[in-house]
């Protein structure tokens, strides 16, 4: 981490301001190893690999770290050859796409496929994850000035509160132990009138009975991951022919036969390459079966969230991931 980016973060424990204690190795302009100290409680923090750390990876989200670091670039635009990332970025933020000046908290950065578009806009990225997923995002985005990435817990967040400009967190809280209480935890970093957004999983009435991977995870999610990565890739490999002829044969029906045999088919709605297709095959299947929380949410429970929240300014709709939502802090709320 760089020297002045300190000035964002916070001690999880009672939110006093860090300091950089001892830098014990440093390249260029950033601390690769050393320790952050809080003013307030003496509470110590290690920066490891130029990444300030506030849980150990052993943890409930060390599949993602796995999934992350094997698909770093998976679906990054710059390799995919797509647009995929930066259309649902900014369609679900609805944010501008120049933002200097301004300072935006990532809340589960994954291997960093939204920290990069966020990036894009010249503001200030904090960008945290739970898991060592943080590792593939510092070697892809660590190196821009306007990229800090840490380590830390949603329910803890390391980070100043009421800092904020816009806060978005993708991918996260259907994969969270309570995501009520992980969505409560968030706004608090917003200024007065920040702008936050995120998205989860869509709850069906259909979907716990049909979805294969509902049937499955009882038994998956308690694999350990690498066996269960190797697994899944050795599935995929295998049935991946069978797929193929299914979607050219039977076209849209075919695709959804597919998803019900755990095998991600993006046949007519991303234009990738082959091989790209199988390789989020891959990713998916693994996706689907190793995390080991997976709460879909109804559109009312969104809703009924960001209002308890007292958010202004609500919308929730249909997007990428299922549902997305996002509003605005009160006047009143923050400094």
């Given at each position: 981490?760089?020297?002045p980016?300190?000035e964002y ?5 009672c ?6 204690h001892e ?14 100290r ?14 300030p750390?506030?849980v150990?990876s052993?943890?409930?989200a ?7 670091t094997?698909h ?11 647009k995929?990332?930066?259309?649902r ?5 609805g944010w ?13 950065s994954g ?8 990036a ?12 060592r ?14 990229v ?18 816009k ?15 992980a969505f409560m935890?968030?706004p ?7 702008s ?9 009435l ?5 979805e ?7 038994i ?18 295998f ?8 979607a ?5 029906f075919g ?21 790209i297709m199988?390789?989020w095959?891959?990713?998916?299947a693994f ?8 709460f ?6 969104v809703?009924k ?6 958010l202004?300014?609500?919308e ?5 991931n299922g549902?997305?939502?996002?509003a605005?802090t ?5 400094d």
């Amino acid at each position: 981490m760089m020297m002045p980016h300190v000035e964002y973060l916070a001690c999880p424990t009672c939110k006093g301001e860090l300091i950089v204690h001892e830098i014990k190795k440093q390249h260029t302009n950033s601390i690769q190893e050393g320790t952050l100290r809080c003013s307030k409680c003496d509470d110590r923090y290690a920066i490891v690999r130029h990444i300030p750390r506030f849980v150990t990876s052993e943890n409930y989200a060390k599949g993602f770290g796995l999934e992350w670091t094997k698909h770093a670039r998976s679906q990054y635009d710059s390799y995919t050859g797509t647009k995929i990332s930066e259309r649902r970025f900014f369609d679900e933020t609805g944010w501008p796409r120049k933002l200097h000046g301004e300072l935006i908290l990532e809340i589960g950065s994954g291997s960093g496929r939204f920290t990069e578009q966020a990036a894009s806009t010249g503001a200030m990225i904090v960008s945290v994850d739970y898991s060592r997923a943080v590792e593939a995002n510092y070697l892809l985005n660590g190196h821009k000035q306007n990229v800090l990435i840490v380590q830390g817990d949603i329910y803890n967040l390391p980070v100043q509160e009421s800092l904020f400009d816009k806060v978005f967190c993708f991918g996260v809280l259907q994969h969270t132990p309570n995501p009520e209480k992980a969505f409560m935890a968030v706004p608090p970093f917003l200024k007065r009138g920040g702008s936050l957004v995120i998205d989860v999983y869509r709850d069906k009435l259909w979907q716990r009975t049909l979805e294969t991977k509902y049937w499955l995870r009882p038994i998956t999610r308690h694999i350990e991951p690498g066996a269960l990565y190797n697994l899944c890739k050795q599935y995929v490999e295998f049935m991946w022919p069978l797929t193929r002829h299914t979607a050219r044969r039977f076209g849209h029906f075919g695709s959804l036969v597919n998803w019900r045999l755990l095998i991600a088919d993006y046949t007519g709605v991303y234009d990738l390459p082959s091989n790209i297709m199988k390789e989020w095959a891959v990713l998916e299947a693994f996706d689907m079966l190793s995390p080991r929380y997976d709460f879909p949410q109804t559109y009312e429970t969104v809703q009924k969230w960001f209002r308890r929240a007292n958010l202004t300014n609500c919308e929730v709709r249909t997007g990428y991931n299922g549902i997305y939502g996002r509003a605005t802090t009160q006047s009143g709320t923050g400094d």
